[in-house]
């Protein structure tokens, strides 16, 4: 029986040309909430995270390469 590729797992990450996996860092969480009151600084936040644990990364792979 073929593994099925998880779909979410796809619609989160993103797999760059070296073969790093690359989710945004918040996708809404504290983010949109009372932004008047914070610092400027604390709003711009770096859009896109790179996962470097080997745990991770080796489950996640597993998820999208079905």
Same mark, same amino acid.
């Given at each position: ?6 779909? %979410? &797992? ?7 040309? &070296? ?20 610092? %400027?600084?604390? &709003? ?8 470097? %644990? ?10 999208? %390469?079905?």
């Amino acid at each position: 029986m073929a593994k099925k590729t998880h779909k %979410s &797992t796809l619609k989160r990450l993103k797999v760059t040309a &070296t073969g790093k996996l690359v989710r945004q860092k918040l996708s809404g969480r504290n983010n949109s909430h009372l932004k008047n009151m914070r610092k %400027s600084t604390r &709003t711009v936040l770096k859009d896109r995270l790179v996962i470097n %644990s080997s745990g991770y990364v080796r489950r996640i792979r597993r998820l999208i %390469s079905s």
